[in-house]
């Protein structure tokens, strides 16, 4: 059962989704009006996802996605947005956030979305990944500079797997290792590269030619 934080000020629109979702067997563990409040029942809760709104009071989508991502850097938040394009949702992306949806799509694209997030998986598309990366590039914000020679073969073929936007069972299940050892080895290699989520080496293994954007 994934359990699921819902983080949006308006009342009526969490409780919709507390019913959909909860129809389709998944457990809605809190619900939040505001930043802040998203980011106590974030820690105090471990959901396996968090529906996330832009815009909410006391402390905005993004600020409190930043905040969630560096008591927890594994925290899986996927960002509601009326419009694709949204600045925000760009931020909240940079900063790790697993994606977004679209507040009109309808119920099963949202289903599906929060099943791929919770085994693991990015909602990242690929005009989204080049607009993270050109924005690391032009503004030159700290990737690791040196190659990845210090991967060694298997890290780096989970790194291209992570980066084309398989799950950690499907690495798992493609490199007939366990979910557990995934987890370890990108640990590792967030740690060998200095990076802090999923999003970040995804775009790392772009920039570096070990995965890309098709």
Do not use: C, W
């Amino acid at each position: 059962m994934i359990r699921v934080l819902l983080a949006d000020d308006h009342a009526l629109f969490r409780q919709g989704l507390r019913s959909l979702l909860e129809s389709e067997g998944m457990r809605v563990i809190g619900e939040a009006a505001n930043g802040r409040e998203a980011v106590r029942y974030a820690a105090d809760t471990q959901p396996d996802v968090i529906l996330m709104d832009i815009q909410m009071p006391e402390l905005d989508g993004v600020k409190a996605t930043q905040s969630i991502l560096e008591i927890n850097p594994q925290a899986r938040v996927i960002m509601i947005t009326m419009y694709r394009q949204d600045r925000y949702v760009f931020e909240a992306v940079k900063a790790g956030a697993r994606g977004y949806i679209l507040k009109d799509a309808d119920a099963g694209t949202l289903i599906d979305a929060i099943t791929r997030v919770a085994a693991g998986e990015a909602l990242l598309d690929a005009d989204m990944a080049q607009n993270v990366l050109d924005d690391f590039r032009d503004k030159r914000e700290e990737l690791p500079s040196e190659k990845h020679a210090d991967l060694n073969e298997r890290e780096t073929m989970i790194l291209k797997l992570l980066a084309q936007g398989f799950s950690n069972q499907d690495i798992a299940l493609r490199l007939d290792i366990s979910e557990k050892t995934v987890r370890n080895r990108l640990s590792e290699i967030f740690t060998k590269l200095q990076l802090n989520n999923r999003t970040q080496a995804a775009l790392y293994a772009i920039r570096e030619g070990i995965a890309n954007l098709e």
